[in-house]
């Protein structure tokens, strides 16, 4: 995860349904990144179909693929922001088919940065952190396997809650 080489120690990673699809956004206390560096990422295209690298590479084609929009704000030592817009015209059920998995292992694998999550549904809404987590553990590592499948129940259930519709 980019955040974690960036040397963050907190992420937040939010994500808010709007009536024009769905908004991811994540940002970090890391190194951040020059104009240059954010330039050259957003410059990545396709070649022969096949994205060349991983990560924002492929989030930017996600997007694309879904007519949506990707920014990138960042500053050499003030961290970064990333926030991507899924129009509705993507199959929302697939969106939102992995989440818990993703951001359980964001949360139960890096379990020395804080992370917090926003997840806002049109009638709902909840924050939960790498703490709350902790604390529910009751001092069993977040990185114990039963303890981050327990999260991805948690994190199941809150996310069908907000966002089913």
């Known amino acids: 995860?980019?955040?974690?080489?960036?040397g963050a120690t907190q992420i937040?990673?939010?994500?808010?349904?709007?009536?024009?699809?769905?908004?991811?956004?994540?940002?970090?206390?890391?190194?951040?990144m020059s104009k240059a560096q954010v330039a050259e990422i957003m410059a990545v295209t396709l070649s022969d179909g096949i994205v060349?690298?991983?990560?924002?590479?492929?989030?930017?084609?996600?997007?694309?693929e879904c007519n949506g929009?990707?920014?990138?704000?960042?500053?050499?030592?003030?961290?970064?922001?990333?926030?991507?817009?899924f129009r509705h015209t993507s199959n929302r059920s697939e969106w939102f088919n992995d989440l818990s998995t993703?951001?359980?292992?964001?949360?139960?694998?890096?379990?020395?940065?804080?992370?917090?999550?926003?997840?806002?549904?049109?009638?709902?809404?909840?924050?939960?952190?790498?703490s709350e987590f902790k604390s529910a553990a009751d001092g069993i590592p977040i990185s114990q396997p039963h303890v981050a499948k327990l999260i991805k129940e948690v994190l199941d259930q809150q996310i069908n809650k907000i966002f089913a519709h």
Request: proline content about 2%.
């Open 69 to 85: 929009n990707l920014t990138i704000d960042s500053s050499v030592g003030q961290g970064t922001t990333i926030s991507a817009l």
């Open 12 to 32: 937040e990673v939010r994500i808010s349904e709007q009536d024009i699809g769905i908004e991811f956004s994540i940002s970090d206390n890391g190194c951040g």
């Open 102 to 130: 993703t951001l359980m292992q964001i949360i139960s694998g890096n379990p020395d940065i804080e992370v917090t999550l926003r997840l806002v549904g049109i009638d709902s809404e909840l924050c939960i952190s790498t």
């Open 52 to 64: 060349k690298g991983i990560g924002l590479p492929l989030l930017k084609r996600s997007v694309t």
């Open 1 to 6: 995860m980019n955040s974690v080489k960036a």
